[in-house]
C-alpha cells in the first residue's frame, strides 16, 4: 500500500512541478519578492528624486539655521534676499518652498509658502523641522546654557521591565518584538499565498479527477483513504519546494546584493528570535498548510466536474481573507481583543497567533493552547474528512455545498 | 466458483437499488449483467469492486470476502469514459500497470501487445487529450487490463466504438478468456453478449428475473420463433392455433408461436404436402426476450 502511495504521490509531483502554472507563479513570486527587496535601487533608476530647495528666513533673535540641516531629501538654503524676491524665486521654480520663521508672543512661528503644493511626505518633514525648532527657541527663552538645553533635548529615559507574575511573562526587549513582529508577518503572508495558490491546486485537482472519471479506475486499485493521503502529502511537498525554491533564491538576492547590507539587516532580526519562536512559527505554518489541504481535497471530492470547484473553494478562501486582514491589523496594535480572538480561531490562528507569541509578552500556555487546537483540528478534519471522502468520491450530484453534502449523507448512509 | 453474489441488496434510505441478486461466476466465464438503465448494474459492479458497500449479502472471490481479495487482480472500466487527458498514452498505461504492481519489463511487453492490437502505435507518445473519443476509449479499455487481472469487470464496453472497433474489441474479450480472465460486462447491444456471453443475469429495477446460461434462458421460451417464405395467405396464417403474432420482413413471415409444440402442426397445414421455400424454427433473440421479459426498450 506503501509503494501504491508512493506511485501516487510521483506521479502528481512530477505532473504539477513541470506545469507551466506551477513554473510561471514560482517565477513571478521571485519576480515580485525581488522588486520589493530592491524597491529604492529600481525607483533611482526610473524617477529622478531631486532633494526639495527650501529657502529659511529667520526674522527671529535665535540663531535657529544650525537645526536646519540638509540631507538626502531636503536642501536648506538661507537667503538674504526680501521675501518678495524669494516668492518670484519659488514662481520660477528655483525653490519649492519658502519658510519664514519670526517670534510671535514668544512662540516660534513658521509661515510656509509654496507656488507648488508640496507632497504629504515634504510637509511632514518641514514641519518635524519646524517642531524641533520650535523646541529650541522655547529652551533659549528659558536662558538655558547649549549643554543644559541638550540634556533635555536629548535624555533618553532608562526603561527596564518587570514582571513579577513569572508564569505570565517571558520579559521581551522591543528589538525582539520587533524581530517577531517581521518574521510573523512573514509567516502570515506566506501561509496566505499559499493557501490561495494550493487550496486551489488540490481541490481542482480532485475534482478534474472526479470530473474526468479517471477516479474510479484508480479507487478499484488504491483505496479512497491511500488516494486522500497521497493528494495530500504530494501537494504539501509541492508547497514546500515552491516556498524552498523562493526562499534559497531571496537568501541569494540578500546574502551577495549591496555588500551584503541587507543580509545583515536579516541577520540582526533572525539574533533576536528564540529557539521556541521559530518552532511555533514552523509549526503554525505546516499544520495550517496541512489543515487547508486536506479541506481542499474534502471540497475536490464534492463536485462532480471541475468548472464548480471554485464555487465550493469560496468559503475556505474567505476565512482565509478575515485572517489575514486580522493579522494585518496587528502589525499597528497586536494586543487588540480581536487578534487575540482570532489566534485561537483554527483556520485564522497560524496567521495571528506567530505575531502574538512574537510581538506581545503572552504566556506560554497560551501559544501551546492555540497549537494544540490546531493540531486537534488538523487530525479531527483529516478523520472526518477522510470519512467523508470516502463516500463522497463516487457520488456525482448537483447544486450548492450544502446540497452536495445533503445528497452524499443521503446517498450513502 | 470464482466470483459469488449471495442475496445482496443495496438500499438507498427508501430506496432499493439492488434487490436480492445471487449468481455465480465461474473461472475463465464471460457473463453478462443486462438491464435497462438504472437496473442497478452499475452498483452491483461498484459493490463488487468494493467501491460500495452492500447493505446486507455476501459477495464472495473463491469463498474469500470480496473486501478481503488482492485488489491488483481485478480489473475494471467504468461505464463513464475518462482518463488522464495530461498524460501521454505510453505513460498512462505504465501507471496505472505499476500501480497494480507490475514490473516495468513485464509492463513493457504488455503495453507493446496491446497497442499494436488496437492499433494505437502512432499514438503511443501523444497526450490523451488529443486523441478520438473512440482511441481514448481504446487508452482506457488496456488501462484497465493492462496489469493481468485475474476478474475484470467492463461496464458497457462497446459503447461509443464503431463497427470496425467493436470486433476488435470482441476479439480481445475472447483473448482476455483465453488467458484465464474471469470477465463480468454489462451491455446494451443484447448481439454482442449474445455472442460472448456463457452466462448472464436479467436485471430490471434492481431485481434479477433471470440468471442462468443463455441456452437456458432462450429454452423457457422454446423455439417459438418461425419463419416462412410461401405463398400461403397471411390472413390464414393468423387465424392458425398457436400463432401470437405476424410480421412481414419483405417476402417472409416472421411468426411468433405460444409454443413450439405447434410448429409442426403448422407447417403441415402450410405445406399442405407442397414444395415450401422455407421454413425455420428457432429460438428467440436475447434482443426479443430481453424486451419480452423487461417489457420495454433497452436504451
Redesign the interface.
Known amino acids: 500500500m506503501l509503494?501504491?502511495l508512493w506511485?501516487?504521490i510521483k506521479?502528481l509531483y512530477k505532473?504539477k512541478i513541470r506545469a507551466k502554472s506551477f513554473i510561471l507563479m514560482t517565477l513571478f513570486y521571485m519576480a515580485i519578492i525581488s522588486v520589493i527587496l530592491f524597491w529604492s535601487d529600481i525607483k533611482a533608476i526610473f524617477v529622478n528624486d531631486e532633494a526639495l530647495e527650501v529657502a529659511l528666513v529667520n526674522e527671529t533673535s535665535v540663531e535657529l539655521e544650525p537645526i536646519f540641516v540638509s540631507n538626502e531629501e531636503i536642501t536648506f538654503r538661507f537667503p538674504s534676499e526680501p521675501e518678495e524676491e524669494l516668492h518670484e524665486q519659488l514662481k520660477q521654480d528655483e525653490y519649492d518652498a519658502v519658510v519664514v520663521v519670526s517670534e510671535e508672543e514668544e512662540t516660534l512661528k513658521a509661515d510656509i509658502a509654496t507656488y507648488v503644493p508640496l507632497k504629504l511626505v515634504d510637509q511632514s518633514t518641514i514641519s518635524s523641522f519646524i517642531q524641533y525648532a520650535g523646541k529650541i527657541y522655547g529652551i533659549q527663552h528659558l536662558n538655558l546654557t547649549a549643554a543644559e538645553a541638550d540634556r533635555i533635548l536629548n535624555s533618553e529615559p532608562i526603561i527596564t521591565n518587570t514582571n513579577l507574575n513569572e508564569g505570565l511573562a517571558d520579559g521581551k526587549s522591543e528589538e525582539q518584538k520587533q524581530s517577531g513582529m517581521w518574521v510573523s508577518y512573514f509567516v502570515g503572508i506566506v501561509i496566505y499565498f499559499f493557501i490561495m495558490a494550493f487550496l486551489s491546486m488540490i481541490t481542482t485537482d480532485v475534482a478534474s479527477?472526479k470530473?474526468?472519471?479517471?477516479?474510479?479506475?484508480?479507487?478499484?486499485?488504491?483505496k479512497p483513504s491511500t488516494h486522500f493521503q497521497s493528494k495530500i502529502i504530494g501537494i504539501t511537498l509541492l508547497a514546500f519546494t515552491q516556498f524552498a525554491i523562493i526562499f534559497g533564491f531571496v537568501l541569494v538576492l540578500l546574502r551577495f546584493s549591496n555588500q551584503g547590507d541587507k543580509w545583515d539587516k536579516v541577520v540582526s532580526i533572525v539574533e533576536e528570535l528564540s529557539y521556541s519562536y521559530v518552532f511555533y512559527a514552523i509549526a503554525f505554518l505546516f499544520l495550517t498548510i496541512i489543515l487547508y489541504l486536506i479541506i481542499g481535497a474534502l471540497f475536490g471530492s464534492l463536485v462532480s466536474k471541475v468548472e464548480e470547484a471554485s464555487q465550493v473553494m469560496t468559503p475556505a478562501i474567505m476565512v482565509t481573507l478575515v485572517g489575514f486582514y486580522v493579522m494585518i491589523s496587528g502589525v499597528a496594535n497586536p494586543d487588540t481583543l480581536l487578534i487575540k480572538i482570532f489566534s485561537y480561531i483554527p483556520l485564522t490562528s497560524g496567521m495571528v497567533m506567530p505575531m502574538r507569541i512574537g510581538a506581545t509578552d503572552i504566556s506560554s500556555i497560551e501559544s501551546i493552547l492555540s497549537l494544540m487546537l490546531l493540531l486537534a483540528t488538523v487530525i479531527v478534519s483529516y478523520l472526518l474528512s477522510l470519512s467523508f471522502y470516502k463516500r463522497s468520491v463516487?457520488t456525482y450530484s448537483s447544486g450548492g455545498i450544502i446540497q452536495k453534502i445533503k445528497t452524499v449523507l443521503?446517498?450513502t448512509? | 466458483m470464482t466470483l459469488a453474489l449471495e442475496h445482496v441488496v443495496k438500499k438507498y434510505k427508501d430506496f432499493t437499488a439492488v434487490n436480492d441478486l445471487n449468481f455465480i461466476i465461474g473461472k475463465g466465464e464471460i457473463f453478462g449483467l443486462i438491464g435497462q438503465n438504472g437496473a442497478g448494474k452499475t452498483t452491483t459492479f461498484r459493490m463488487i469492486l468494493d467501491l460500495q458497500d452492500q447493505t446486507s449479502g455476501k459477495i464472495t472471490w473463491d469463498g474469500i470476502p470480496i473486501k478481503k481479495v488482492n485488489r491488483d487482480w481485478l480489473g475494471y472500466l467504468p461505464e463513464e469514459r475518462g482518463i488522464f487527458p495530461q498524460m501521454k498514452v505510453e505513460e498512462q498505461l505504465i501507471f496505472f500497470g505499476e500501480l497494480r504492481g507490475m514490473q516495468r519489463g513485464e509492463l513493457k511487453k504488455e503495453i507493446d501487445f496491446w497497442i499494436t492490437f488496437f492499433d494505437l502505435e502512432e499514438k503511443r507518445h501523444q497526450k490523451a487529450e488529443t486523441l478520438s473519443k473512440g482511441n481514448q476509449q481504446k487508452v482506457q479499455l488496456i488501462a484497465s487490463f493492462i496489469h493481468k487481472p485475474k476478474f475484470l469487470i467492463l461496464d458497457e464496453p462497446f459503447s461509443g466504438l464503431d463497427p470496425v472497433n467493436r470486433d476488435l474489441l470482441k476479439e480481445a474479450i475472447l483473448l482476455l478468456k483465453e488467458r484465464g480472465v474471469t470477465i463480468l460486462f454489462s451491455s446494451h447491444q443484447m448481439d454482442n453478449v449474445e455472442e460472448l456471453c456463457d452466462h448472464l443475469c436479467l436485471l430490471k429495477r434492481g431485481i434479477s428475473l433471470f440468471s442462468g446460461s443463455l441456452l437456458d434462458l432462450k429454452k423457457q421460451y422454446g423455439k417459438t420463433k418461425l419463419t416462412l417464405r410461401t405463398s400461403f395467405p397471411l390472413s390464414e396464417l393468423k387465424k392458425m392455433a398457436g400463432v401470437k403474432e405476424v410480421k412481414i420482413d419483405r417476402d417472409e413471415y416472421l411468426v411468433t408461436l405460444t409454443d413450439e409444440s405447434f410448429a409442426e402442426t403448422i407447417f403441415d397445414v402450410v405445406s399442405n404436402g407442397q414444395y415450401i421455400e422455407k421454413f425455420s424454427l428457432d429460438y428467440l433473440s436475447l434482443d426479443e426476450i430481453f424486451k419480452d421479459k423487461v417489457g420495454g426498450n433497452v436504451e
Do not use: D, P, Y
Open positions: 509503494n501504491k506511485i501516487l506521479r505532473q479527477e470530473g474526468s472519471r479517471a477516479l474510479e479506475m484508480l479507487l478499484v486499485s488504491v463516487l443521503k446517498v448512509t
